[in-house]
């Protein structure tokens, strides 16, 4: 997890915190992110409208939103090929950025983020996490 005393993360990604594959995906990229570049943010915690007072939680479970340290907002693919170049494993999302692919996969991927819970089932047996399985898989 990101340690807030040393400087902003380069990228703050919200997340849902009770959608397996989400969580899923966070740990992998946190075991790569050795040089802690990445925060990640669950959108289903307490705090999350204090400190984001300005991002409608309702959208936000939609479409993944990321923060850059510039202040600047990126979302959907844009977050996770962010997310992955910061980690050195950018190619494994590269080609989902190229101009004649970026539009077929941003589709694809809203039709993946609103279906979660369902692909989530399928893939891991378990559509949502509890509140206590979501703290222990995000490390709260």
Not at 58 to 65: G, N, Q, S
Request: aromatic share 8%.
């Amino acid at each position: 997890m990101f340690d807030a005393s040393l400087k902003k993360p380069e990228l703050t990604i919200l997340i849902d915190g009770g959608c397996p594959l989400c969580v899923m995906e966070m740990r992998q990229l946190r075991r790569k992110d050795t040089k802690n570049l990445i925060e990640t943010v669950d959108i289903l915690s307490d705090d999350f409208i204090l400190r984001y007072p300005q991002i409608n939680a309702e959208t936000a479970m939609k479409v993944l939103h990321g923060e850059l340290a510039d202040g600047t907002w990126i979302s959907g693919l844009d977050v996770t090929h962010k997310a992955w170049t910061l980690v050195g494993q950018g190619w494994r999302t590269s080609f989902l950025r190229w101009p004649l692919v970026k539009p077929i996969a941003d589709r694809l991927y809203l039709y993946f983020a609103s279906h979660r819970d369902f692909i989530s089932k399928i893939l891991t047996g378990k559509s949502r996490m509890s509140d206590c399985q979501r703290c222990n898989k995000l490390g709260e």
